[in-house]
């Protein structure tokens, strides 16, 4: 199989009563290519972290990013591209500002955006993350 799915999921049992039936991973590795969810303020378990705290939330987010990554045999280093969602424009400096101790020195494209909500009322940012493992540490 030309993919590797890591932490393979369905949202029914993640997103209780929203009436979601979807068959999703963690992460995917696509060859040198590491894709991952967006994350949240969640722990890999879903529990629920920071709550009405931005900078807490982009700070689990981060740990979650970091183990996905580990787990698919790449690494924070690796990362290309982030988009950060947040839900108010309050937020971004408490964000940014966790992703940005976790990502020094890595400097990777990133696109941030204000968005009317996420999953649920109590998410104030996601982050998505595309990594790319060069070819001489795959």
Not at 70 to 91: F, P, Q, V
Not at 93 to 120: D, F, M, Q, W
Request: aromatic share 6%.
């Amino acid at each position: 199989m030309a993919h590797k799915r890591f932490r393979k999921f369905n949202t029914k049992d993640v997103w209780k009563g929203q009436g979601l039936d979807n068959d999703l991973s963690m992460a995917v590795r696509a060859g040198n290519h590491v894709f991952l969810r967006g994350q949240v303020g969640m722990t890999l378990d879903n529990k629920l972290v920071g709550v009405g705290d931005a900078g807490a939330q982009a700070a689990q987010a981060m740990k979650n990013v970091k183990q996905l990554l580990e787990e698919a045999g790449s690494k924070l280093e690796h990362i290309c591209k982030t988009t950060i969602y947040i839900t108010d424009r309050a937020y971004r400096e408490a964000v940014y500002r966790e992703v940005g101790k976790a990502l020094k020195g890595v400097h990777p494209c990133s696109t941030g955006l204000i968005v009317n909500g996420l999953a649920i009322p109590e998410l104030l940012m996601e982050i998505d993350v595309e990594a790319v493992i060069p070819d001489d540490e795959a």
